[in-house]
């Protein structure tokens, strides 16, 4: 089942020009090189959901997410690899009219799409809709958006494994939590982890990592909510500057939606004098490069 992966994870440590002299050592845990679509976080998230719903014989799997989601393209290609059928709940008609790269890729890997209006995908989570959606579909096995579950976060457990205990704060962009709550459970206690939320508003997710770690494993955990850049999915080009100014330094290509905000963030907290002089941070490179199609042709990479 342990397929997906065509390249192991690995740790590229950044140019040092890049954080001296304000910390001791800045790495990059690159999970974005699993697979070119099933990528970096999602999927760990993705692996245990598929693994239960073959063990349980469905034949469909149904998840949810907007027009540019990560997750559903993921889930689409994982689902292709094992031979299940896959529905995909987009949030929003107008995506129809205005097909997305990720959309179409999700086509592309046999997902069959199903448009909805925001206020039907705002009902994702209510077992009415579930059991509505069940029927409609052939009893699939539902995943939550984002992989959002207790199977994607003890998937994400795995990406602690990856990570040794010389590094003093490891950082990762956030959008559900799920990772971010594998990664620090499986860690030890006192680890420093921060998160990057890359939408207005984030700040709210460090109620719901509250919920998710485990109780010894509160203590030195923050999601940062600073480095939207005018929200979920928005750009500018300060940040595409940013992503090909740290590409010609590190030969790293970052997305435009998580890790190249999580990144912007971490150039201005190095400044700010946010982490100790002796720290050793490991960034997770959590994937998502699918999702720069759209400013491909302002990007070095
Ligand atoms: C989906 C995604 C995230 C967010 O992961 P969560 O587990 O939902 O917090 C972070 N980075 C990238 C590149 C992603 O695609």
């Given at each position: 089942?342990?397929?997906?992966?065509?390249?192991?994870?690995?740790?590229?440590?950044?140019?040092?020009?890049?954080?001296?002299?304000?910390?001791?050592?800045?790495?990059?845990?690159?999970?974005?090189?699993?697979?070119?679509?099933?990528?970096?976080?999602?999927?760990?998230?993705?692996?245990?959901?598929?693994?239960?719903?073959?063990?349980?014989?469905?034949?469909?799997?149904?998840?949810?997410?907007?027009?540019?989601?990560?997750?559903?393209?993921?889930?689409?290609?994982?689902?292709?690899?094992?031979?299940?059928?896959?529905?995909?709940?987009?949030?929003?008609?107008?995506?129809?009219?205005?097909?997305?790269?990720?959309?179409?890729?999700?086509?592309?890997?046999?997902?069959?799409?199903?448009?909805?209006?925001?206020?039907?995908?705002?009902?994702?989570?209510?077992?009415?809709?579930?059991?509505?959606?069940?029927?409609?579909?052939?009893?699939?096995?539902?995943?939550?958006?984002?992989?959002?579950?207790?199977?994607?976060?003890?998937?994400?457990?795995?990406?602690?494994?990856?990570?040794?205990?010389?590094?003093?704060?490891?950082?990762?962009?956030?959008?559900?939590?799920?990772?971010?709550?594998?990664?620090?459970?499986?860690?030890?206690?006192?680890?420093?982890?921060?998160?990057?939320?890359?939408m207005k508003g984030g700040d709210y997710l460090n109620e719901i990592i509250?919920?998710?770690?485990?109780?010894?494993?509160?203590?030195?955990?923050?999601?940062?909510?600073?480095?939207?850049?005018?929200?979920?999915?928005?750009?500018?080009?300060?940040?595409?500057?940013?992503?090909?100014?740290?590409?010609?330094?590190?030969?790293?290509?970052?997305?435009?939606?998580?890790?190249?905000?999580?990144?912007?963030?971490?150039?201005?907290?190095?400044?700010?004098?946010?982490?100790?002089?002796?720290?050793?941070?490991?960034?997770?490179?959590?994937?998502?490069?699918?999702?720069?199609?759209?400013?491909?042709?302002?990007?070095?990479?």
């Amino acid at each position: 089942m342990d397929t997906i992966p065509n390249r192991e994870p690995f740790i590229q440590p950044l140019h040092v020009d890049w954080y001296r002299p304000y910390v001791a050592a800045l790495d990059m845990l690159r999970l974005d090189v699993v697979h070119p679509v099933v990528s970096g976080n999602k999927w760990y998230k993705l692996k245990h959901n598929l693994q239960h719903a073959i063990e349980e014989r469905y034949k469909t799997v149904l998840t949810f997410g907007g027009a540019y989601s990560n997750h559903l393209v993921a889930a689409a290609a994982a689902a292709k690899q094992y031979g299940l059928r896959s529905i995909g709940i987009v949030r929003g008609t107008y995506a129809q009219d205005s097909i997305t790269p990720t959309l179409l890729e999700c086509v592309e890997y046999g997902m069959e799409l199903q448009f909805v209006s925001r206020e039907e995908y705002a009902m994702k989570e209510e077992g009415d809709y579930l059991l509505q959606l069940s029927q409609r579909f052939d009893t699939p096995y539902i995943i939550p958006e984002g992989g959002a579950n207790e199977y994607g976060r003890i998937g994400c457990e795995e990406i602690a494994s990856f990570i040794d205990n010389k590094y003093t704060h490891i950082c990762l962009a956030v959008g559900t939590g799920t990772s971010f709550c594998g990664v620090a459970n499986a860690l030890p206690a006192d680890t420093n982890v921060y998160g990057y939320a890359p939408m207005k508003g984030g700040d709210y997710l460090n109620e719901i990592i509250d919920i998710y770690l485990e109780a010894d494993k509160r203590a030195n955990k923050k999601i940062y909510a600073d480095w939207h850049f005018g929200g979920f999915g928005k750009r500018t080009d300060e940040l595409i500057g940013f992503m090909n100014e740290f590409y010609r330094m590190n030969e790293i290509p970052l997305d435009m939606v998580y890790t190249g905000k999580m990144m912007a963030g971490i150039q201005q907290q190095l400044q700010q004098q946010v982490f100790p002089a002796d720290a050793r941070i490991l960034c997770i490179h959590t994937g998502g490069l699918q999702g720069n199609a759209s400013v491909q042709q302002s990007l070095i990479y």
